[in-house]
């Protein structure tokens, strides 16, 4: 089955350790998101990936960067993480263009990592 | 541009009761509109879309939805709860002319009672 998928699913690093969490896809799509979403909240788009264009978000912290070396892959690196910065991490993919109406950029979601701060 | 208004965070039914979860939305465009199903500590699973098809959207777990225009809503309906209905629900809004923009709701968060 075409997926997205997200390792590792729980990620344990203590303050101000870098820290990367990957995520791969099978769908072939160009579009790549990164999202971070803290309890009880909608999930909060970091930045996104539009084949090899990088898209920030204007209110991301500096302290998150991503990589993308292929189509395939796609990396969230938090260079120094503070206590606010635990969260459940999503990535997601889209495609980046359609061909009937009936399509729709509807993102795909792997099963997020959850990432604590010690 | 575009936004959603998810009526009431939490809402609590009965088992076998009708589930009724409200989205507004608000867009200059047509929408593209979307609910998402997340369980604990797990991604968004897509429950079903609106794409300017059908007003009346099926999607899985017998979820459905209606696009009513003049009333900017895409309203989630279940005839009959079951347990496995607890989660978290988010209506999303985003249009035809771009990838980069899903606008999400806030969430509802679906409890089910024995």
């Known amino acids: 089955d075409a997926m997205v998928i997200q390792n590792p699913r729980y990620q344990v690093t203590q303050f101000g350790k870098p820290v990367t969490l990957s995520c791969s896809q099978t769908l072939n799509h160009n579009v790549m998101y990164w999202y971070q979403q803290k309890s009880s909240q909608a999930p909060k788009l970091l930045f996104h990936y539009y084949d090899k264009d990088f898209n920030n978000e204007a209110d991301t912290p500096d302290n998150f960067q991503s990589r993308r070396p292929n189509t395939s892959f796609c990396f969230l690196d938090i260079r120094s993480p503070g206590l606010g910065d635990a969260a459940m991490y999503l990535c997601?993919?889209?495609?980046?263009?359609?061909?009937?109406?009936?399509?729709?950029?509807?993102?795909?979601f792997g099963p997020g990592t959850r990432l604590t701060v010690t | 541009a575009q936004s959603v208004t998810q009526l009431g965070s939490h809402v609590s039914v009965s088992e076998g009761a009708l589930v009724l979860l409200r989205c507004n939305y608000s867009?200059?465009?047509?929408?593209?509109l979307f609910w998402y199903v997340q369980y604990p500590n797990q991604g968004l699973q897509l429950l079903l879309k609106?794409?300017?098809?059908?007003?009346l959207v099926k999607g899985i777990n017998g979820f459905e939805a209606e696009f009513k225009k003049s009333e900017t809503s895409f309203h989630l309906t279940k005839p009959s709860a079951h347990m496995s209905d607890a989660a978290e629900y988010f209506c999303?809004?985003?249009?035809?002319?771009?990838?980069?923009?899903?606008?999400f709701g806030s969430g509802t968060r679906l409890s089910i009672r024995p």
């Open positions: 999303a809004v985003s249009s035809y002319s771009s990838a980069s923009k899903i606008i």
């Open positions: 609106y794409t300017s098809a059908a007003t």
């Open positions: 867009s200059s465009v047509p929408p593209y």
């Open positions: 997601a993919t889209s495609r980046d263009k359609l061909i009937r109406r009936t399509e729709s950029y509807e993102q795909y």
